[in-house]
């Protein structure tokens, strides 16, 4: 199973951009926990260092709707501004949203179709009189490169697979950046209120909230015997 989601920081301030690098630490080390594979496909760094506007995630495992279900949504940090100390607000709100319909493109090797031919130069005169430069096709999306950059025509071949699927991957990020222009309305939408997630604190220790039976009885057996206390 895969799954594409996104840690935005909407249109909150500096601080929520701080709060988007946290959650992404603790989102991937929990990930790593449960044995789900992740790749950062995008990235957008925030106005500061170590700060992040919004990331884009892969996911890859077993049970992935299992596991986000406890982080789709907004995520609050409770905590004093680290960059205005005078400022009074405490509640900071991001959103985790799973981007749909979005498909990732598979990049394999034996999709390449591969083309030696003689290396040029500048003027158009051959470099040498073999043939050491390759151009690789990526056959299932059609883009093309060519590399000329070793007198070794399998050093080229490496480094033709490299800069095709980093070609296929950028026209894969174009893709998913309209994707998500499509999906802004949404990610600025980040509730503030009823969050799936909520950290406190500058070492971003994360809250639990026990909604078990036994606490609920027991608050249940306190008010009644405060009840009984006050009518005596």
């Known amino acids: 199973m895969e799954k594409l989601?996104?840690?935005?920081?909407?249109?909150?301030?500096?601080?929520?951009?701080?709060?988007?690098?946290?959650?992404?630490?603790?989102?991937?080390?929990?990930?790593?926990?449960?044995?789900?594979?992740?790749?950062?496909?995008?990235?957008?760094?925030?106005?500061?260092?170590?700060?992040?506007?919004?990331?884009?995630?892969?996911?890859?495992?077993?049970?992935?709707?299992?596991?986000?279900?406890?982080?789709?949504?907004?995520?609050?940090?409770?905590?004093?501004?680290?960059?205005?100390?005078?400022?009074?607000?405490?509640?900071?709100?991001?959103?985790?949203?799973?981007?749909?319909?979005?498909?990732?493109?598979?990049?394999?090797?034996?999709?390449?179709?591969?083309?030696?031919?003689?290396?040029?130069g500048s003027a158009g005169q051959n470099l040498n009189k073999v043939n050491t430069a390759v151009r690789a096709t990526h056959i299932p999306t059609n883009e093309t490169v060519?590399?000329?950059?070793?007198?070794?025509?399998?050093?080229?071949?490496?480094?033709?697979v490299i800069r095709l699927k980093e070609k296929v991957m950028a026209v894969y990020i174009q893709q998913l950046e309209r994707k998500l222009k499509e999906t802004w309305s949404m990610q600025m939408q980040v509730e503030r209120g009823n969050p799936v997630r909520t950290f406190s604190g500058t070492d971003f220790k994360k809250n639990y909230e026990d909604k078990t039976f036994k606490k609920r009885r027991n608050a249940l057996k306190n008010e009644l015997k405060n009840y009984r206390n006050d009518v005596n």
Request: net charge positive; charged share 30%; hydrophobic share 35%.
């Open 5 to 120: 989601i996104q840690i935005t920081s909407g249109r909150g301030p500096l601080e929520c951009q701080w709060v988007v690098a946290r959650v992404l630490k603790a989102f991937l080390e929990e990930a790593k926990h449960n044995t789900i594979e992740y790749e950062i496909i995008h990235r957008e760094n925030g106005d500061e260092n170590l700060t992040l506007k919004s990331v884009t995630l892969l996911l890859k495992g077993k049970d992935l709707s299992l596991f986000l279900k406890s982080w789709l949504g907004s995520v609050c940090w409770i905590g004093k501004s680290t960059f205005r100390k005078l400022h009074k607000r405490s509640n900071w709100f991001i959103g985790i949203f799973e981007l749909e319909n979005v498909k990732m493109t598979d990049f394999h090797e034996k999709d390449i179709r591969f083309q030696t031919v003689r290396s040029q």
């Open 146 to 160: 060519f590399v000329q950059d070793s007198r070794s025509q399998l050093e080229n071949k490496k480094r033709s």
